[in-house]
């Protein structure tokens, strides 16, 4: 297993497009979440998945915004009517279930730019 | 809500000098666990070191260490020895034990090591 996967690493898109990212966590790791990172900022939670289930969701998740795990394994992140203040870095990240003492694994992103 | 405040958005110093980033946080919970985590430019977030709460001891791994004060929620990295490795973006993260799995971030503290 080569740690969290993110795809794709650059998207570049016109305003009120659509995208869709992917990330694909570490097997064993049954929990999934996304943040959003602005540049020279601290990443922001977005939404949390305990295998199939989407246990939390942020206020910034608006409703452009869907995310879906299915199965429990890889998950995908969709804005739909893309605006530029989506631009920014995407980040996915993958824990084991139980307490949660050692962080989370971070994916490196999916970096979207809206024109 | 719990906040994490990194004061310092930039700092430089010389390889092999010591480094001290700040970090203070504001929550009610008293049992807790704090992380730092590094961002090397373009590259993924990885852990550097991470704190129990409930641990008096402060944690240590190889050159970085903690200084914990629990009553002044406070949180300071320091690296010893720098080197231009460490050159990256470092953010203090928060997350409970209980509820919430969410990590919240600090703004993050560029750091620089020159050579």
């Known amino acids: 297993d080569t740690g969290v996967s993110q795809d794709p690493r650059h998207k570049i898109t016109k305003r009120g497009q659509n995208v869709t990212f992917r990330c694909d966590p570490i097997?064993?790791?049954?929990?999934l979440y996304w943040y959003r990172q602005t540049l020279g900022q601290g990443p922001e939670f977005l939404t949390y998945?305990?295998?199939?289930?989407?246990?939390?969701k942020s206020r910034l998740l608006s409703d452009r915004f869907s995310a879906e795990r299915p199965k429990g394994s890889f998950s995908t992140l969709e804005i739909q009517r893309t605006e530029q203040g989506d631009s920014a870095m995407y980040l996915c990240?993958?824990?084991?279930?139980?307490?949660?003492?050692?962080?989370?694994?971070f994916g490196s992103g999916t970096r979207l730019t809206v024109v | 809500a719990q906040t994490v405040t990194q004061s310092q958005p930039e700092m430089s110093v010389q390889e092999a000098e010591t480094v001290t980033l700040s970090c203070t946080y504001d929550?009610?919970?008293?049992?807790?666990?704090l992380f730092w985590y590094k961002q090397p430019p373009s590259r993924q977030m990885i852990l550097v070191i991470r704190?129990?709460?409930?641990?008096?001891q402060n944690a240590t791994e190889n050159r970085f260490s903690v200084n914990f004060q629990k009553a002044a929620k406070s949180f300071s990295l320091k690296i010893s020895d720098s080197q231009l490795g460490d050159t990256a973006m470092y953010f203090c993260?928060?997350?409970?034990?209980?509820?919430?799995?969410?990590?919240?971030f600090g703004q993050g503290t560029r750091l620089t090591i020159n050579p």
């Open positions: 929550t009610s919970e008293n049992n807790y666990y």
């Open positions: 998945f305990q295998n199939e289930a989407q246990l939390e």
């Open positions: 993260a928060f997350k409970t034990i209980q509820g919430a799995q969410k990590l919240v």
């Open positions: 704190q129990e709460a409930y641990k008096q």
């Open positions: 990240a993958s824990s084991p279930g139980g307490v949660v003492r050692y962080g989370y694994t």
């Open positions: 097997s064993e790791h049954n929990r």
